[in-house]
């Protein structure tokens, strides 16, 4: 399967597949939306009653502008990096559950008002390098008198178990279109050039009598030149083996690394699935 890359930064990727149907481009974007792994906070444990800062001897109360449950949902939606080589499920890890580096990460915040508490106060229990990507996020405003201390556990999950799992973002997919120019009977000059000017990314020429593509990779698919030229002498038909390929990642892992694990997990599965198609009697 030949891949051409459009583009590729750490967080998005551009793509062209060749030699693929339109069922194995959709399993490769239904994957990278719904099994890739990354950590995200599961587990918030708030502290109740008073809290007292011992610097200034004032006691502030517990309690901030949102449920608890509010301020654990905005938790559960900050980016981690996530380092698959190292962490794994709290399901498969030696463990067997119980936790352990390999299967969480803890954090801790400790903010007292009035202030705005940032993903950037969510603090990292150990590695540094585990600290919230996108450090100006806020989560929640407290008062003149009013504290959050919490500790937050972040494991490994995927999208399939819930969103805030979910690593790849605005993952699509679409056809190639191909430019098909066949001239028809009654189509004029005048005709051509209008249908070439009409063209909003410019592939479209005309030169000596004919129209002619540039270059059909451009083309947005937008059917102007098709709604230009009443005669019907060019159509945008999609290759149904050539499909583009692109999505963005929310930084717990870089597009490469989630386009590679998504490959991989395909390939594993549906070797499973040929193991036990031949067991079968």
């Known amino acids: 399967m030949p891949v051409s890359v459009q583009a590729l930064t750490p967080r998005g990727t551009s793509l062209e597949l060749e030699g693929v149907s339109a069922a194995q481009a959709n399993a490769i974007r239904r994957t990278l939306i719904a099994d890739l792994p990354k950590l995200a906070i599961e587990d918030v444990e708030f502290h109740l009653g008073p809290i007292r800062d011992e610097a200034t001897g004032k006691d502030y109360d517990s309690s901030t502008s949102m449920f608890d449950e509010g301020v654990a949902l905005r938790l559960g939606l900050l980016p981690i990096p996530t380092d698959l080589s190292q962490f794994r499920r709290k399901s498969e890890c030696t463990c067997d559950g119980a936790g352990?580096?390999?299967?969480?990460?803890?954090?801790?915040?400790?903010?007292?008002?009035?202030?705005?508490?940032?993903?950037?106060?969510?603090?990292?229990?150990?590695?540094?390098?585990?600290?919230?990507?996108?450090?100006?996020?806020?989560?929640?405003?407290?008062?003149?008198?009013?504290?959050?201390?919490?500790?937050?556990?972040?494991?490994?999950?995927?999208?399939?178990?819930?969103?805030?799992?979910?690593?790849?973002?605005?993952?699509?997919?679409?056809?190639?279109?191909?430019?098909?120019?066949?001239?028809?009977?009654?189509?004029?000059?005048?005709?051509?050039?209008?249908?070439?000017?009409s063209c909003p990314v410019k592939i479209l020429e005309f030169a000596d009598g004919k129209l002619s593509v540039t270059d059909e990779g451009k083309c947005i698919d937008c059917l102007a030149c098709e709604k230009t030229c009443e005669h019907g002498s060019i159509r945008i038909e999609p290759d149904e083996e050539r499909f583009f390929l692109r999505f963005e990642t929310d930084g717990s892992l870089t597009a490469r690394e989630a386009l590679r694990f998504a490959l991989k997990d395909l390939k594993r599965r549906f070797e499973e699935l040929r193991e036990a198609v031949q067991a079968i009697p």
Do not use: N
């Open 100 to 197: 352990c580096p390999h299967c969480q990460v803890m954090y801790s915040i400790d903010r007292k008002g009035p202030c705005t508490v940032y993903a950037k106060d969510v603090v990292p229990l150990g590695d540094p390098s585990l600290a919230i990507l996108e450090p100006e996020v806020p989560i929640v405003r407290l008062g003149a008198r009013q504290a959050l201390l919490a500790y937050a556990t972040a494991v490994v999950g995927t999208g399939r178990d819930h969103a805030k799992w979910q690593v790849a973002h605005a993952v699509g997919i679409a056809p190639r279109p191909h430019v098909r120019i066949a001239r028809k009977d009654g189509c004029t000059e005048a005709c051509l050039k209008r249908t070439a000017a």
